[in-house]
């Protein structure tokens, strides 16, 4: 954001819902928040003023599982689309998971992700190491060479670490590197070739059945194995309300382990999936009602810490098939604001705090990147923010999608709020409706 003198202010923004305050950028710093003052809306001689009367002002948003596609899918998605989505919907940071082709399972390809982000990205990219090599369960990845070369988690996400003993072994390393192990929870033999939410789902469907239990075991067993190892594990789309009992009690009894939920998950149910579109095909999948009231619940009472997209871009092609042939996999990171603040704001305004924390702190903070993101909105803190307009009603249009494929489940929806802008560390990086134009060099 570069006014005369490299100075912008913000007036009548909202930092975090709260009252109407200026808020002065000045380089790549906040310097300055303060009561609006006379002459709301003109600058000064040394900075350019920016209308942002009743916009909310949150930190910038933390993505702890982002599919990127690069290398090795790119009609789906590339580092640079992948990012610019994520800067419209209002991220600074993603953390970009190991299922590419090939698998980031050495430090040679956590580098590599590391060298083509700096070069191509939006936002901060970091990225995750598989598990085993080759997502293949079998051997552990050189853990502990690929955290020094830059990863901050790691996971075999889109396949479960069966094998407990490898997951052990896994813990073990993440509790030596100060990383963490993310687990998607599905057991295979339990959830076998599972499609949709086992129940009226898949008898409606006649689609083979992905039953609770092949998470809830999954997950059982692994909050176990951190209590014992000490090693922290982080449970990936927790999705139904049996999930969120099992990590309530390895919570209280202080084991190192934290969860997130997807926005999806907190809104849809599998009544979407009566119809058989491929756009609703997710996993895990959709749930029932029960679910996704416990899943609210867990979100706004900490048992699930943080917000992830799981955003999975997949081609029209592919998603254009029957249920079976289609890929699993939604995208997430242009609508999760908006779907998150209608799932916790009930029709109102929601808690701009608790959507900060989980969506922007607490993200942080399990990834390791508290000191640079997820930061308080105050003088002397970075300037890394993203502008929410509480009055967008906005209808999502998958022809609009800045990603490079279109595969939203909320395609014709329509939502209260939208990310207008995002700034990381004064740069702006996304600016629907050119409201920082102004404030731009």
């Known amino acids: 954001m570069n006014g005369p003198a490299g100075t912008t202010i913000l007036r009548g923004v909202r930092p975090l819902?709260?009252?109407?305050?200026?808020?002065?950028v000045r380089?790549?710093?906040?310097?300055?928040?303060?009561?609006?003052?006379?002459?709301?809306?003109?600058?000064?001689?040394d900075a350019t003023a920016v209308d942002c009367e009743g916009l909310i002002m949150l930190p910038a948003l933390v993505d702890l599982h982002t599919h990127l596609r690069e290398p090795g899918d790119t009609p789906s998605e590339t580092i640079a689309s992948g990012t610019r989505a994520a800067a419209h919907g209002g991220y600074s940071d993603v953390l970009a998971m190991a299922n590419c082709v090939p698998v980031t399972d050495s430090p040679e390809r956590v580098r590599h992700i590391v060298e083509r982000a700096a070069r191509t990205a939006s936002c901060r990219?970091?990225?995750?190491?598989a598990v085993t090599g080759g997502l293949a369960g079998r051997d552990l990845a050189p853990l502990d060479a690929m955290a020094a070369a830059g990863a901050v988690m790691f996971s075999d996400d889109g396949v479960c670490v069966d094998d407990p003993a490898l997951l052990v072994r896994a813990l073990e390393a993440a509790r030596r590197t100060g990383t963490l192990v993310a687990q998607h929870a599905q057991c295979p033999r339990l959830a076998e070739r599972g499609q949709v939410n086992a129940g009226a789902a898949a008898l409606a469907t006649g689609l083979p059945p992905w039953p609770a239990t092949g998470e809830e075991t999954i997950v059982a067993r692994d909050v176990v194995l951190a209590g014992a190892t000490g090693g922290r594990l982080h449970i990936c789309h927790v999705s139904t309300a049996g999930t969120v009992e099992i990590v309530r009690w390895a919570k209280s009894r202080g084991w190192p382990v934290t969860a997130e939920v997807t926005p999806h998950h907190l809104l849809l149910t599998d009544l979407m999936t009566r119809d058989a579109d491929p756009l609703h095909k997710v996993n895990p999948p959709l749930r029932g009602a029960r679910d996704v009231a416990a899943l609210r619940a867990a979100l706004r009472d900490?048992?699930?810490?943080?917000?992830?997209?799981?955003?999975?871009?997949?081609?029209?092609?592919?998603?254009?098939?029957?249920?079976?042939?289609?890929?699993?996999?939604?995208?997430?990171?242009?609508?999760?604001?908006?779907?998150?603040?209608?799932?916790?704001?009930?029709?109102?305004e929601p808690d701009w705090n608790l959507v900060a924390a989980v969506m922007s702190a607490r993200p942080a903070r399990i990834a390791g990147l508290a000191d640079v993101a997820g930061r308080p909105l105050r003088e002397g803190e970075p300037a890394t923010f993203t502008l929410v307009d509480p009055r967008a009603d906005w209808r999502v249009d998958r022809a609009e999608s800045v990603s490079a494929s279109d595969n939203t489940p909320f395609h014709g929806m329509t939502f209260r709020h939208r990310v207008v802008a995002t700034v990381v560390e004064g740069r702006v990086t996304a600016d629907i409706g050119h409201r920082l134009a102004s404030a731009t060099g």
């Open 27 to 45: 380089g790549s710093r906040i310097a300055a928040v303060t009561a609006p003052q006379v002459g709301h809306g003109v600058g000064t001689s």
């Open 302 to 348: 900490g048992t699930i810490d943080a917000v992830a997209t799981d955003h999975a871009p997949h081609t029209a092609s592919s998603k254009d098939n029957h249920w079976c042939e289609a890929p699993f996999g939604m995208l997430g990171l242009e609508t999760a604001l908006p779907v998150v603040a209608e799932a916790l704001g009930a029709g109102g």
């Open 17 to 24: 819902g709260g009252a109407p305050r200026d808020v002065t």
């Open 125 to 129: 990219v970091h990225p995750v190491g």
